[in-house]
């Protein structure tokens, strides 16, 4: 009885929460995008590893009332379909750039990436360089973090994720959907955070999709420290960092370590000559969930600095 009214509860949550965006073709399968506001340079957010476009809800909203602000979910997150696919860096950036020209959004953009998504923006950045205007980098993992912060390996939690996708796959998570503690529960607004849950609870690619991305983000941290990228000219660069030693979700390191963590970030800011590295102690990794504002007025400082280079 109760896997049938699993059942029957998770056909029915991804129908009460249809996508707010758009799905376009990028080729056999569609990516969801959902672009606020008007205006140039276009923001576009990368959430973290297995998180959806909906990570941004706290931010998007605000950067909408100045310029055109999107979201959009990689290849089975959130509202997209499920991509044939494997989820290295190389083939998530070409299909982040099939969907901005599937959607008709010009370039160039303001990049705004948050923990792994940092790196994703920037690996966005260096395959596509004229599609650069500036960024903003919110925590961004570094390519270098495991030798520096003297890690081994993936956390035990990132070993066990795989086994997410068999137990959602028996429907049971739904029966407790709200429950679910997902990145943002607690500081997303309430909408957000339910159709977060919803998809998550109700879509078996979601959890697919979340394992698939965990599994291979030390792959992709390998390959985006191979492209040695060293420098974006000096395009408008903002970067925020925390200084707690939470800087690998799960691992605990020593004071040490939380100083190489300063000096990586710091390291990023430095990859443009108009770059500034902005430390809270405020905020732990979560800072777009803990200090939004925070967030928005870097990415806001940053569009300034593109319309007035562009004489605008």
């Known amino acids: ?14 129908a009460r929460h249809p996508p707010p965006g758009r799905l376009m073709d990028t080729g056999g399968y569609r990516l969801h995008i959902d672009c606020q506001g008007s205006g140039e340079p276009t923001v576009v957010f990368e959430a ?48 982040l ?14 990049l705004v990436g948050y923990s792994s998504g940092g790196w994703q923006a920037r690996y966005f950045a260096h395959t596509f360089p004229q599609d650069l205007a500036g960024m903003v980098m919110v925590d961004s993992a570094h390519e270098d973090q495991l030798r520096r912060l003297g890690a081994q390996g993936a956390p035990a939690q990132a070993r066990l994720i795989r086994v997410l996708p068999l137990i959602f796959k028996t429907g049971l998570p739904a029966l407790f959907y709200r429950r679910l503690p997902l990145p943002g529960y607690g500081h997303l607004p309430a909408e957000s955070l339910e159709a977060y849950q919803a998809l998550f609870a109700a879509k078996n690619q979601f959890s697919e999709a979340m394992a698939a991305e965990v599994e291979i983000v030390w792959q992709n941290m390998e390959q985006v420290r191979a492209a040695q990228i060293s420098s974006f000219g000096d395009i408008p660069l903002r970067v925020l960092a925390h200084d707690r030693l939470d800087v690998i979700p799960g691992v605990r390191l020593s004071p040490e370590a939380g100083q190489a963590w300063l000096e990586m970030q710091e390291e990023l800011s430095r990859l443009s000559t108009n ?25 806001l400082d940053v569009v300034q600095a593109v319309r007035s280079a562009a004489g605008k």
């Open 97 to 110: 750039h099939a969907l901005l020209a599937a959607a008709g959004i010009p370039g160039p953009y303001v």
């Open 275 to 299: 770059g500034k590295l902005v430390i809270t102690r405020q905020s732990g990794h979560d800072i777009l969930f803990e200090q939004p504002d925070l967030v928005i007025e870097a990415i």
């Open 1 to 14: 009885m109760t896997f049938l009214a699993a059942a029957r509860l998770r056909a029915g949550l991804a």
């Open 48 to 95: 973290a590893v297995g998180s959806p476009g909906l990570s941004w809800a706290l931010v998007q909203p605000e950067v909408a009332r100045h310029t055109r602000a999107c979201v959009y979910d990689r290849a089975g997150i959130g509202w997209s379909d499920r991509s044939p696919q494997p989820r290295t860096i190389d083939i998530m950036t070409a299909e």
